[in-house]
């Protein structure tokens, strides 16, 4: 299993999930900023992700939306703030509507993924801080933990295939 780590900290208001990736930085970098890479694995295997915008500059937006088992969709964005490649990127994280527009009572977090090279390859650090603890509680009840995870457990097939 890719994930190593998945921890909770309230007094932070993070959540932060750690992942060892037998790929060099570059190559995990290529399935966060590709979206056919990134649909591949965003989103836990019964709800995945289709990217429907990914512009990946600083500024730019992601808008997407997760397919539930029932057919239901669960939309999303991100608004990109810094990049550092291939080292790191961060981005404003938030719950929207079909055409993109942030949801109304839905917090947003800040999201920075680091990777770091490794002698086995890359660890990833996929940190998500929230600006107050009851947004944290609000996602973290809805299954951000769980999914975030078993999300980041798909990354392994999809560094496999070629590209």
Do not use: C, N
Request: proline share 7%; net charge negative; aromatic share 10%.
């Amino acid at each position: 299993m890719t994930v190593v780590s998945t921890t909770q900290d309230p007094e932070q208001l993070t959540l932060t999930v750690v992942a060892e990736l037998a790929a060099p930085p570059a190559r995990v970098w290529q399935v966060w900023t590709d979206p056919q890479q990134l649909q591949r694995w965003w989103g836990p295997p019964t709800f995945p992700a289709t990217f429907v915008e990914h512009d990946v500059v600083v500024g730019g937006t992601s808008r997407y939306y997760m397919t539930g088992p029932d057919g239901e969709k669960a939309y999303g964005w991100w608004r990109f703030v810094a990049l550092d490649e291939p080292r790191s990127l961060e981005f404003e994280d938030g719950f929207g509507d079909a055409e993109g527009r942030p949801a109304d009572g839905m917090p947003t977090t800040h999201a920075r993924v680091d990777l770091e090279e490794t002698p086995a390859g890359t660890r990833m650090t996929v940190r998500s801080r929230f600006a107050t603890l009851e947004q944290m509680e609000q996602v973290l009840a809805m299954g951000m933990a769980e999914g975030l995870t078993l999300s980041v457990g798909q990354i392994d097939e999809v560094l496999l295939a070629s590209v």
